[in-house]
């Protein structure tokens, strides 16, 4: 059986969505807390891995070498904060190229699962748009929205029964409490870990500890108290 990851965008995830690309080192700006939660994820034993589209490369606006040198500078500001990085996956392609690597697609997934024996079915994907909650649906994995990037312009109906959190390190708080599920299953909102069935858990009242993330299209997403 192959391994849990935590899939991640990049822009709007990791860093700042930049609506003109980001094009340069000098424009990579992490978000705030980004570091600490990686850091956090890194004493899981989930493999992490970053899956962004990059179109900016298929537009001429930056070059592959380039993109993938912003990815390499990256990971090793991760690393140096004591985060991981497993895998870095980028599709290059414009929209209007039909690959089958730009999310919503799950090529890209797929690839990444092949390359590192990922499964799946237990694992998520972080993003800011709705493309990486339909490219996580496509591809079996749990999507997981930020209101950080374009997180918050992308909540429609689609979105729906998308566990929505205000940022990365909401995010990783949401799944290593499914790892924790997972290994002893308890209260948990239905469906809102990988794997899980809807109706599973019906018993005690959830904790405090155990609280889920709060869902797209409940009555108010500013308020997670129940
Ligand atoms: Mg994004
Ligand atoms: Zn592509």
Redesign the pocket.
């Known amino acids: 059986m192959g391994k849990a990851a935590v899939f991640l965008?990049?822009?709007?995830?990791i860093n700042e969505?930049r609506p003109d690309y980001v094009k340069t080192w000098g424009e990579f700006v992490f978000l705030p807390g980004v570091m600490e939660s990686l850091r956090r994820l890194a004493q899981s034993d989930l493999l992490i891995v970053v899956i962004t589209n990059q179109s900016a490369i298929g537009r001429g606006l930056v070059s592959l070498e380039e993109a993938k040198a912003i990815n390499h500078c990256m990971v090793e500001e991760i690393e140096w904060a004591g985060g991981r990085v497993d895998g870095v996956f980028m599709c290059p392609h414009r929209p209007d190229e039909g690959c089958d690597c730009r999310k919503p697609r799950p090529g890209l997934l797929r690839q990444a699962a092949e390359k590192l024996d990922v499964d799946l079915k237990r694992s998520f994907l972080v993003?800011?748009?709705l493309s990486?909650v339909e490219a996580a649906r496509a591809a079996g994995c749990q999507p997981i929205l930020v209101l950080t990037?374009?997180g918050r312009e992308q909540l429609t109906q689609q979105t729906q029964g998308c566990p929505v959190v205000p940022d990365l390190a909401a995010a990783v708080e949401h799944i290593l409490r499914c790892q924790v599920q997972a290994a002893a299953p308890g209260p948990l909102s239905p469906g809102a870990c990988p794997g899980q069935q809807p109706g599973a858990h019906t018993g005690r009242a959830a904790s405090e500890a155990s609280r889920p993330a709060m869902r797209a299209g409940d009555a108010s997403l500013a308020d997670t108290r129940r």
């Open positions: 965008d990049r822009d709007g995830v969505n993003g800011d748009a990486d990037g374009r």
